[in-house]
């Protein structure tokens, strides 16, 4: 028994290759003799998807802030305080109008009117949800009794008549003449500015818009969606009563979150609708990489059988998670195309084993097994190392990282199951169909079964196929030269170095509008609300808690809070809606409120402050704040201040700046709990930690490859070479998310985490090959290329080819999807092909060999019970030590691309 660690690692890496390789064995066996009971396993598999399915709508998930919000965050703890005693917060409808078509003035009798007939139509429709049918009284959040909104109608107190009977110049000196201010029909005063871009110079109004704030979810019904449900079918109908008709010479655009999720939805479906084309490009590529030039050795029905595997695999995966419960979105989608890509590798490598010269010649029983061991190891490190890949990103706290990975780990262990299983049957079936000289699809015997397809004569089994003679004689010679070694470790290093510079040069952003096609509709609303009003200006309220209002420093800290919302120059100017002050200017005419000033603070003595709030809330004063104030047995239980945001800048830095801000001024009356929440936090708090959750998603991804490996390479340089490759492949792949124009956000960062277990199978293989056998460096590194470089260059093409479909893709997801993964592809190759063989023959490591007699350890692994000598079917611990030009037709064996 090895004492020493060394000993230990090659004992265990041998253990592990001899059990596969005989587990393997048996597993070919049983394909041969229960090949048609296997062929069932597919329909088998396909019950729990049916089933699952049935879950989708119920876990379906299409709000981003239980998307991309990482669990545990401040804005998931406020929310959940907050829905807890007041609801969600408020959502808005709005509508933008400008002058038609060059945004001349709007500020006419005319255009007016027509402004005054649209807000006719808007408070007009009638919406229909659930067989409830209801207008935006339904829907709207109300003051005074009537819908809170602002309308550049209420300077002319939504009179028609004085509309029509007043020139343009008297329209201009109506609002000169209130000082642009007015009294909205809920009672409050708004500022011209909170509902026009206007010119004083020239008179004119450039663009005008409608706000109405719309209930998502009220206190008597926490539990229940509906509402926010209704209001939603509202503002849609909205949409499409604005897109529906045209308004004369002025342009009306609507705009609200709604349709905001539905545009962003939307292109989904049409980016799935190419997956045939990717699917139909796949299955062409792997026919024509298993089949040879001959009718009898053609294999469209394996590509086909591969095909179906793997699309099965992606079924049961998504009906497995559904029955788990794991919530189901667009983004899991992709799965679609990663899981094709990466299910073809295992066929490459199975059926190369499968046709090797020396396996060919066995009877089929030992046929099938021969090659299922020959296969084994390969393809479980592949499948190994992708599984552990995603179980670390499982653990990630980022809801659809997660789920994502979930669903993976899922699709990838079903995926390798049906390619031992169900496929491989299929491929000793056309084993047999081969031997008996059978034409592939009809079974129909050849009248020349060794004729070629294209040229004259027969089809040479023994002759290699090209990209096997471009590896072993024109591009492993090449590379391993002396000049080319030194131009391609300086091109590597050159392209490392731009990553990292690239890297301290990208910056982290996401907005949900990015999600919505470039050729929506929606994009005008956009354009127009950037071009007249900046941003969108986002609601945010201060909500307290029960506690000791009535306390002094409770009363201190209310008023100091009031004076920094005043202040804070974040927020719409005069846009809060905050009963204090009022309450201090109740309160100081009357005698019974004994007034104090402490701090610097008018307040309430603590006797009198419960009877002088309840007196102010029965005042008509009072009045208008009785939606912000909730009273328990006439005592102040809650309060809410309601603000609004500036949109003045819209990316993530300010906002994120915009939100700690209003929680600065919240922690103020810490006393009573008091908490800031806006309907965008989940996006700014996701923003400040998604960088800390993808370090240590990748932390774990590449500390659980690191130890697969090790186990399996039996040596810490070679794990050690690999793992700093993959460091270097990540870090090229977050520099091309720059270069490409991308932001660092939850979207890119997913294929970051990804990245480690679909870049490992390339460089982790090409070491396993040069490890395998003795001689030079050099010598090594050509035999290494010469039997798996072709399949690493077919997996990664196979890849390309299932992404190829979305390089014309109109989602967000789908498009960054489509860059990362094509630089992962890109990275990979060139360091697995390139950088990695060169690296391998510069250090040199150890062959198993060579360690083993180091070691004074036997061989421990395979014995001698396989039908073909050992020596004959290298292994990848027992491989025949020198490369020569023979040994070329021997099919690559495996390696699982990207």
């Known amino acids: ?428 079936l056309s084993g047999e169909r081969e031997a008996y000289g059978r034409m592939d699809w009809v079974a129909v015997k050849a009248k020349e079964p060794e004729a070629k397809i294209v040229g004259k004569g027969d089809f040479d089994k023994e002759q290699p196929e090209m990209m096997t003679i471009f590896l072993g004689q024109l591009y492993a010679p090449r590379l391993l030269t002396v000049p080319v070694k030194i131009i391609a470790l300086c091109l590597g290093a050159m392209l490392f170095g731009v990553g990292i510079w690239a890297c301290t040069e990208v910056t982290m952003d996401f907005e949900y509008e990015w999600f919505v096609a470039d050729d929506s509709y929606y994009q005008e609303t956009l354009n127009v609300r950037a071009k007249y009003w900046g941003s969108l200006e986002i609601p945010v309220t201060i909500y307290t808690f029960p506690g000791n209002y009535s306390s002094e420093i409770t009363q201190v800290q209310y008023s100091q809070m009031t004076t920094a919302l005043e202040n804070n120059d974040m927020l719409v100017a005069g846009s809060c809606i905050n009963w204090w002050p009022d309450f201090i200017s109740f309160a100081e005419t009357n005698a019974t409120a004994s007034m104090r000033t402490v701090d610097g603070q008018r307040i309430v003595s603590s006797s009198a402050f419960d009877a002088t709030l309840l007196n102010f809330y029965n005042s008509d004063a009072g009045g208008f704040y009785q939606h912000l104030l909730t009273l328990s047995n006439d005592v102040l239980e809650l309060t809410e201040v309601s603000c609004r945001d500036d949109g003045e800048h819209n990316d993530m830095p300010y906002r994120t700046r915009q939100m700690d801000r209003n929680r600065e001024i919240a922690e103020i009356c810490w006393s009573v709990g008091a908490v800031a929440f806006g309907p965008a936090y989940w996006v700014q708090d996701a923003h400040k930690i998604f960088l800390r959750e993808i370090v240590i998603n990748l932390a774990c991804a590449l500390a659980g490859v690191f130890v697969i490996t090790t186990l399996m390479l039996g040596s810490l340089v070679p794990s050690l070479i690999v793992t700093f490759l993959l460091v270097v492949i990540d870090v090229e792949v977050l520099g091309s998310i720059y270069l ?81 993964f094509m630089a992962i592809i890109g990275y990979s190759a060139f360091n697995g092909l390139v950088v990695l063989p060169i690296i391998l023959s510069v250090v040199v490591p150890s062959s198993y060999n060579t360690r083993r007699s180091r070691l004074g350890l036997e061989e421990h692994g395979r014995n001698n019970k396989s039908s073909v000598d050992s020596q004959k079917h290298p292994t990848i611990f027992n491989a025949s030590p020198v490369f020569n030009a023979s040994q070329m037709s021997q099919p690559p064996r495996a390696v699982s691309s990207f």
Not at 332 to 342: E, V
Not at 788 to 810: D, E, K
Request: charged content about 15%; aromatic content about 12%.
């Open 1 to 428: 028994m090895p004492r020493t660690l060394g000993q230990r690692m090659v004992y265990l890496s041998q253990a592990c290759d001899s059990f596969v390789f005989r587990r393997f064995r048996v597993l070919g066996h049983l394909i041969h003799d229960y090949r048609w009971q296997l062929l069932i396993i597919p329909v088998v598999l396909l019950l729990p998807m049916i089933g699952g399915m049935s879950q989708v709508t119920k876990l379906y998930e299409d709000d981003p802030s239980e998307l991309y919000v990482p669990e545990n965050t401040k804005a998931d703890q406020d929310e959940a305080k907050i829905k807890a005693s007041f609801g969600l917060s408020d959502s808005g409808a709005f509508v933008f109008g400008v002058g038609n078509p060059d945004g001349s003035n709007m500020l006419t009798t005319e255009r007016v009117l027509t402004l005054y007939d649209a807000w006719d139509n808007v408070t007009a429709i009638n919406s229909t949800f659930e067989g409830d049918v209801f207008n935006v009284t339904g829907v709207c959040v109300k003051l005074n009794g009537v819908c809170q909104k602002s309308t550049i109608l209420a300077f002319y107190n939504y009179n028609r008549t004085l509309i029509a009977e007043s020139s343009d110049a008297q329209l201009w000196q109506t609002l000169v003449n209130v000082n642009f201010t007015a009294v909205e029909q809920d009672g409050r005063q708004i500022n011209l500015t909170d509902v026009a871009i206007f010119d004083t110079a020239s008179e004119s109004v450039q663009s005008t818009r409608f706000h109405i704030v719309l209930e998502q979810l009220v206190q008597d019904d926490v539990d229940s969606d509906s509402n926010s449900d209704k209001a939603a079918r509202w503002a849609l109908d909205l949409s499409s009563l604005i897109w529906g008709r045209t308004w004369g010479s002025l342009r009306l655009y609507s705009d609200s979150f709604y349709e905001l999720d539905r545009e962003a939805e939307a292109p989904f479906a049409d980016d799935l609708a190419v997956l045939p084309i990717g699917y139909f490009l796949l299955v062409m590529y792997a026919t024509m990489v298993l089949s040879r030039n001959s009718l009898v050795h053609t294999h469209g029905s394996l590509a086909s059988a591969s095909f179906l595997a793997v699309c099965i695999a992606t079924l049961a995966a998504f009906g497995l998670g559904l029955w788990f419960e794991i919530p189901f979105s667009n983004v899991i989608l992709t799965l679609a195309f990663l899981l094709l890509g990466l299910g073809t590798d295992d066929t490459f490598v199975l059926v190369a084993a499968f046709q090797h010269p020396d396996v060919v010649k066995l009877e089929p029983r030992e046929r099938v097994a021969e090659a299922m061991a020959r296969a084994g190891t390969s393809i479980t490190v592949t499948s190994l190392t992708d599984l552990i890949a995603f179980l670390a990103g499982s653990y990630s706290s980022i809801p659809v990282v997660k789920a994502f990975c979930q669903y993976a780990a899922i699709g990838v262990t079903l995926d390798f199951f049906l390619q031992v299983t169900f496929f491989s049957v299929v491929m000793y």
């Open 740 to 820: 490409s124009g991308d932001y660092f956000n939850t979207v890119t960062g997913i294929n970051l985490v990804l990245a480690v277990g679909l870049s490992v199978d390339a460089v982790a293989h090409i070491t396993h090959a040069f490890l395998a056998h003795d001689g030079t460096g050099d010598e090594r590194a050509r035999r290494a290329l010469v039997e798996i470089g072709r399949s690493v260059f077919n997996g990664a093409v196979s890849t390309m080819i299932v992404l190829l479909p979305l390089v014309g893709a109109r989602t967000y997801v789908f498009q960054v999807f489509f860059r990362t």
